[in-house]
C-alpha cells in the first residue's frame, strides 16, 4: 500500500521546510502523533517557540520543538539536492515506518487562497486567520509546471484500488488532482475507485466533484438519506459509519473499505 | 564599551549557522548562560536534538531546543540577506544585552587544525575529538580575504583602552588578530593595552605572541613569580586574582582591569 500526500500547504517557517500533511502522516505511522490537537508530536514541548518568540520571530504557527527536527532535517537534506520524495523515504525510514509516504510532486505547488483578506497561504487562513475570511477562490500555484513524483506515478501504474481518503476535498484533494496527469490517471484506472468522505462537507456536493473518476462514495451512516442523491450523481454510494474518534474507529473504517475494495475488484475479475 | 568576538569557531550544523563565542558571550550576558556547562542555555532540554537523532542526524555537538533557536533565527536572518553584525545586533537586542556584542568579521574565517588525525575544524577537534590530536598547525582560513566587521573597524578608532579578555591565545585571540588590519591597529593604537591571561597557558609564551602590540599583561596571582620573564619580553605585567568561578570573581577581575586601564589612561593624559 503506497500513501500519497498533498504537499499543497507546505511552507517555509523560520526558514525550514515544514510539510503539514507529511508530517501528520508521519506522525500518525510512526506512533508518535498527538491524538488531542490532531497536529505535531506527543508529550513536544515549545521551548524552541518561545525562544525564537524572545529573538523576534512571528511565531503564530505552532511547532514543537521536537517536530522542529523534521523540518531542520528535511530542510538540511532538500538544500543537499535530495527530492522531496527522497527525503520523506529517508525520514521515514528512519521512524521505521513500513508503508511509503509519498509526496504528490516534488516541484512545489501551494493551495493560495483568494479571500476578502487578501491573498493567504493555506496555513495564513486555516491557523493564522482561523479560517474566518470569506473564500473567493482556490488556486494551486504551480501546479501547471507540476508533475508527480515518481513513486506517485509507479503507485498509480500498479493500483489495484485507488482510495481517495476523508479529507477537505477542496483543500487537501484537489491539490493532488490538480498535478497534471493525476486526474486523467485515475479516471482511466480500470480498478476500483472510491472515495470515502469527512462529514464536514456535502456528500452530493463532493460526489459532483468527484464525478468521472470515482465509482463509490463512503457516506457515513448519518447521512444515508443522501446516498440516491449521490447515486443520482453517477457515483454509488455505500453507507457506513466514518466518524473517526479512537484508533478503533480508524482501523475499523479501514479495514470496512478494504473489505469494499476487495468485493469491487473480485466482482470484476 | 564594545565586545568584539571570535567567529573563527562558526560552523553550520544540520544546515544552521552556530557561532559557539557569539551565542556563550550572548547567553552570559543576558543571563541565560549555564554555568555548570559554560555553554549553551541554562535548563534547556534536549528534545530536538534526540529527534535530529532518531531521523539520522549526526549529533556529536550538543545543542539545546532553546540554543535550536538562536540558530535557526540567525541562519533565517542571515539568508534574507542580513551581515553576521547586523544579525547579532538584533538577536542582542532582543533579548536586552545594552553592550553592543560584534563579530569580529561579516566574512567567514574558520579556524582549521591540522592534526595528526587529519584537517579538523574547531569543534571537530575541541568537542567532537575532545582535544585528543596532536596539532601541527592552525590555518585561519578565509582571513586574508576578511575584513573586521563596521562596528569593529569604528570600535578600534573610537577606543580609549583595548582590552584582549582571558581565553585562548591561539584559538580564540589569534583568529581575531588575522582578520587583515587588526594586528596593526592595536600596534598603533595609542591608548592602553592591556591582555588578561587564563590560567592555562604560558603566560611568557603568551608576552612574546602579544609583544609589539600588548602595554601590559594581567597575570594570576599565582603566576607572580612570572612578571620579571613576562617584562623582560617587553610587557609590563600586572598581578591579580584572574581565576573566575563566581560572576562575583568575574565582576572583581573586570573591575580591576577597569581601575588598571583607568589609572593608564590618567598617567598618558
Redesign the interface.
Known amino acids: 500500500m503506497a500513501i500519497v500526500v498533498n504537499t499543497g500547504d507546505d511552507e517555509r517557517f523560520?526558514?525550514?521546510h515544514v510539510s503539514p500533511d507529511l508530517d501528520t502522516m508521519t506522525y500518525t505511522l510512526s506512533g508518535l502523533y498527538n491524538p488531542e490537537t490532531g497536529w505535531g508530536?506527543n508529550g513536544?514541548?515549545f521551548?524552541?517557540?518561545?525562544?525564537?518568540n524572545?529573538?523576534?520571530?512571528d511565531t503564530w504557527f505552532n511547532l514543537g520543538?521536537?517536530?522542529?527536527?523534521?523540518h531542520?532535517?528535511r530542510?538540511?537534506l532538500l538544500?543537499q539536492g535530495s527530492s522531496l520524495s527522497r527525503v520523506t523515504a529517508?525520514?521515514t525510514a528512519?521512524?521505521g515506518i513500513a508503508h511509503p509516504i509519498i509526496p504528490m510532486s516534488d516541484q512545489p505547488v501551494r493551495t493560495v487562497l483568494d479571500t476578502d483578506d487578501g491573498t493567504l497561504s493555506m496555513q495564513e487562513y486555516f491557523v493564522h486567520r482561523r479560517a474566518e475570511p470569506v473564500v473567493r477562490s482556490i488556486e494551486y500555484v504551480g501546479a501547471s509546471d507540476a508533475e508527480p513524483s515518481p513513486d506517485f506515478a509507479s503507485a498509480l501504474d500498479a493500483a489495484s484500488t485507488i482510495i481517495i481518503c476523508p479529507s477537505n476535498p477542496f483543500l487537501s484533494v484537489a491539490p493532488i488532482l490538480a498535478v497534471p496527469g493525476v486526474r486523467d490517471a485515475i479516471a482511466s484506472h480500470t480498478g476500483p475507485r472510491i472515495a470515502e468522505l469527512g462529514s464536514d462537507v456535502s456528500a452530493v456536493g463532493v460526489a459532483r466533484e468527484y464525478r468521472g473518476f470515482c465509482d463509490v462514495l463512503v457516506l457515513d451512516s448519518q447521512d444515508a438519506n443522501l446516498a440516491d442523491a449521490v447515486s443520482a450523481e453517477g457515483i454509488d454510494a455505500a453507507v457506513m459509519p466514518t466518524i473517526m474518534q479512537t484508533d478503533d474507529d480508524k482501523v475499523q473504517l479501514a479495514e470496512r473499505v478494504l473489505a469494499l475494495a476487495a468485493d469491487l475488484e473480485n466482482r470484476r475479475s
Open positions: 523560520h526558514g525550514l508530536i513536544d514541548s521551548e524552541t517557540l518561545q525562544m525564537l524572545r529573538l523576534g520571530a520543538s521536537r517536530d522542529f527536527a523534521m531542520i532535517r530542510t538540511e538544500a529517508q525520514l528512519n521512524l
